[in-house]
C-alpha cells in the first residue's frame, strides 16, 4: 500500500478490507443497467467457432494414450473455455452469459459436433442453447438436428445453412437441375433441402453451397443452374421465416407438407367458408323434427348437441 503524509505504517482502513457480508455494491444496480455494462462488456458481435465438446476432447486423449502408450504426453487439460472469464458468480455468469451468446455467432464445421451440442444434457450447453440468437453451420445437417435445434434454442432468428451440391443431380428421378424445371414440392423432396425446411420463426436465413462435382458445359446450363439454386433458397427462406406456432408452450413443428400447403394457400386469393351454426342451447323438438332415422339422428347430434342430449334423457 502506498504510503501517505511520511507515514510508511499508515492501518489499513475499512474501505480496503470489507467485511464479508457487505452485499456486492454491482448487483445492488437495477437489472437494466447491468444490462447496459454487460452490453458494453460483452456485446461485442463477432464468430465464435465450436470445434470441441468436452467428452469428445476426453475421448481423443484416451485414444492418443492407446496409440502411443509409452511416449503418451498429456496435452494438458481441456482447452480454456470463451465464457470461463465470465465465471464469477453464479449471478454474474446467468445475467452476463446470456448478453454474451446473444451477440455471437455459433459457429459448427462438422455435423457430429453440432448433433451432440443440440443433444448434450449439459447444463451449460442448454444453457447456451436457450439464448443463442445467431448460427452457422458449413456442413449439411439431417432434419433431426434441425428439430432439436428449434426445440432447444426457442431465441434463434438467424441461421446460415449450407446445402450440398452433388445431392442435387440425383435428387429427383429422371430430372438433372441444370435442364428441367422443378415444382416445389419435387424441391421439398430432396433430401439436403427438405432437412432445412423443418426451420421456423427466423428472421435470416443464409444458404451456402458445397462444392459441386459436375461440369457444366455451356452457358445455358449455368443459367439453369443458378435458376435451380434461387428457387431452392427462395423456398427454404420462404418456410423457414413462417412463424413457430406452440401448443401449450411449446413450439409445434409442422411438416413440410403442412407447410408447403400453407405457401400455396398464401399465394392464392382467399375465399369466405360458410359453415352451418350450431346450436348450444337445448331447444325442444317439434313432432316433425324427431329423428326416425340413423341418418336424421346423426344429424341432429352433430347440429344440436345440447337439443339431442336433452332428448335422449327424456327418452329414458
Known amino acids: ?10 492501518s489499513p482502513t475499512p474501505r480496503d478490507y470489507a467485511p464479508a457480508t457487505t452485499p456486492d455494491i454491482f448487483f445492488t444496480l437495477p437489472p437494466e443497467i447491468r444490462d447496459m455494462i454487460y452490453n458494453l462488456a460483452y456485446g461485442d458481435r463477432r ?17 492418443r494414450k492407446w ?11 481441456y482447452p480454456t473455455s470463451d465464457i470461463s472469464h465470465l465465471l464469477v458468480s453464479k449471478q454474474y455468469l446467468n445475467e452476463s452469459c446470456r448478453i454474451w451468446i446473444g451477440s455471437k455467432t455459433l459457429c459448427f464445421s462438422e455435423w457430429i459436433t453440432i448433433r451432440d451440442f443440440v443433444r448434450s444434457e449439459d447444463p451449460v450447453h442448454q444453457f447456451m442453447l436457450a439464448h443463442v ?16 435445434l428449434l426445440a432447444r434454442a ?15 443431380e440425383h435428387g429427383v428421378p429422371g430430372k438433372i437441375p441444370w435442364l428441367d424445371v422443378y415444382s416445389d414440392i419435387e424441391l ?4 439436403d433441402i427438405e432437412a432445412p425446411l423443418t426451420l421456423r420463426g427466423l428472421r435470416d436465413v443464409q444458404i451456402t453451397w458445397g462444392p459441386a462435382f459436375f461440369k457444366l458445359k455451356g452457358p445455358q446450363h449455368h443459367a439453369k443452374w443458378a435458376q435451380f439454386r434461387a428457387q431452392a433458397e427462395a423456398l427454404v427462406r420462404d418456410v423457414a421465416t413462417r412463424p ?3 401448443i401449450q408452450g411449446r413450439a409445434n413443428i409442422l411438416t413440410i407438407e403442412d407447410a408447403l400447403k400453407a405457401r400455396r394457400t398464401s399465394q392464392r386469393p382467399t375465399k369466405k367458408i360458410f359453415t352451418p351454426a350450431v346450436r348450444t342451447e337445448a331447444i325442444p323438438l317439434s313432432s316433425s323434427e324427431l329423428p326416425s332415422t340413423e341418418s336424421q339422428l346423426l344429424r341432429l347430434c352433430l347440429s344440436r348437441p345440447a337439443t339431442f342430449l336433452e332428448w335422449i334423457r327424456d327418452k329414458k
Request: proline share 4%; aromatic share 6%.
Open 154 to 168: 426457442p431465441l434463434l432468428q438467424s441461421v446460415c445453412v449450407q446445402i450440398e451440391s452433388y445431392t442435387m
Open 67 to 77: 496409440r502411443e502408450r509409452e511416449d503418451f504426453e498429456p496435452k494438458g487439460d
Open 133 to 148: 440468437k445467431a448460427l452457422e453451420c458449413t456442413t449439411s445437417l439431417p432434419s433431426s438436428i434441425y428439430k432439436k
Open 244 to 246: 413457430r406456432e406452440t
Open 1 to 10: 500500500m502506498a504510503a501517505s503524509g511520511g507515514n510508511d505504517n499508515m
Open 188 to 191: 421439398a423432396g430432396i433430401e
Open 47 to 63: 464468430r465464435v467457432k465450436i470445434t470441441w465438446l468436452r467428452k469428445d476432447w476426453e475421448a481423443e486423449e484416451q485414444k
